[in-house]
Structures are given as structure tokens and as C-alpha cells.
């Protein structure tokens, strides 16, 4: 007598089938904050801040802006810089904590600035030269995705 192979329901069925399937039916409605930067997406919280570091071009001193993630948005909190000429040319009148109140769903570089120019988020330093997109320019934007469509992104990849 010839058996058919049997599906098995014990433990590692239930480990490896039916628990991913129901975090992922658990998940498909919720939304994932994501910080694009060119291709790479970095799923954010609100309240978490990246940096943006870059050289300022008319001074040649180094520029760190602090952001801080928000719902649907991010803020400029801060910007620092060993210059006050520098800090004056971009607007900022003080060095403490907070000097900056600006707000933003997205920003874009020119692919070609000379500036090196590097996000870091989550204590990891990306630089921003490789993330530019066919029309040259790098962009950084903040978006809301589905779950699912995140796992997407991750598996694709």
C-alpha cells in the first residue's frame, strides 16, 4: 500500500506557515513611516531625528542640520556649523539648541553638488552621491506606505 506524503500541523508548520501569514494579515493595515532617500527606504518613528551633513560650498566649512521626525513630516530643529559666517549665510542667528523652526515633506539635491552631502539615521552614514535619481537630483522625502507594501520592498530587493 502507497501512502501519499502527509502535510504536517504540528510545531514547525505552525512556525514556518501559519504564524507569517497572520503577521502579515495582522499588518496589511497598518502604515510604516518611511524616510526615502533615492532608493533606500529607512523605516522611521515619529520622533526619531536624522542628520543631513554636507560641506557648504560658499564657505567650505562643514554643515550638520538636525531633523526631527513628525507625522506626515519632518523638522529642521537645528544647524550647526564651526562658522557663524556660514550659519549667517543660511539664516541662523544663535548656535543653541533649537535655532531652526522649518518644515518639510521632502528635499532634493543636485546629483552634481560638490558638497558630500551624507544622511544619518539610526546611527548609519549614507552618503548621498550614489542616491540620485534619472533626473540628477538626490531626493530625501518622508512617506507613509502599507505594510505590505514594505514587506514588498524589502523582498524585491
Same mark, same amino acid.
Given at each position: 500500500m ?6 504536517r500541523?504540528?510545531?514547525p508548520?505552525l512556525l514556518?506557515?501559519?504564524?507569517? &501569514? #497572520? $503577521?502579515l494579515?495582522? +499588518?496589511?493595515g =497598518?502604515k510604516v ?11 522611521v518613528?515619529?520622533g526619531e531625528?536624522?542628520f543631513?551633513?554636507?560641506?557648504q560650498?560658499m564657505y567650505?566649512?562643514?554643515?550638520l ?11 529642521l530643529?537645528?544647524?550647526s556649523?564651526?562658522?557663524? &559666517? #556660514? $550659519?549667517?549665510y543660511l +539664516?541662523?542667528? =544663535?548656535?543653541?539648541d533649537p535655532n531652526?523652526d522649518e518644515t518639510?515633506r521632502?528635499?532634493t ?8 552631502h ?15 535619481g534619472r533626473d540628477?537630483k538626490i ?9 505590505? &507594501?514594505?514587506?514588498?520592498?524589502l523582498?524585491?530587493?
Amino acid at each position: 500500500m502507497t501512502r501519499g506524503s502527509r502535510f504536517r500541523t504540528g510545531p514547525p508548520a505552525l512556525l514556518f506557515f501559519v504564524l507569517p &501569514a #497572520a $503577521l502579515l494579515v495582522a +499588518g496589511m493595515g =497598518k502604515k510604516v513611516l518611511v524616510l526615502e532617500i533615492g532608493n533606500l527606504e529607512v523605516p522611521v518613528r515619529v520622533g526619531e531625528v536624522f542628520f543631513h551633513s554636507y560641506t557648504q560650498s560658499m564657505y567650505g566649512v562643514p554643515v550638520l542640520e538636525k531633523f526631527r521626525i513628525e507625522d506626515g513630516f519632518f523638522r529642521l530643529v537645528h544647524v550647526s556649523s564651526p562658522s557663524g &559666517a #556660514a $550659519l549667517a549665510y543660511l +539664516g541662523i542667528e =544663535k548656535r543653541d539648541d533649537p535655532n531652526a523652526d522649518e518644515t518639510y515633506r521632502d528635499f532634493t539635491i543636485p546629483a552634481a553638488s560638490i558638497g558630500n552631502h551624507a544622511i544619518r539615521v539610526h546611527d548609519k552614514e549614507i552618503p548621498l552621491e550614489t542616491r540620485a535619481g534619472r533626473d540628477g537630483k538626490i531626493h530625501v522625502k518622508l512617506v507613509k506606505m502599507s505594510f505590505l &507594501a514594505y514587506v514588498g520592498l524589502l523582498v524585491w530587493r
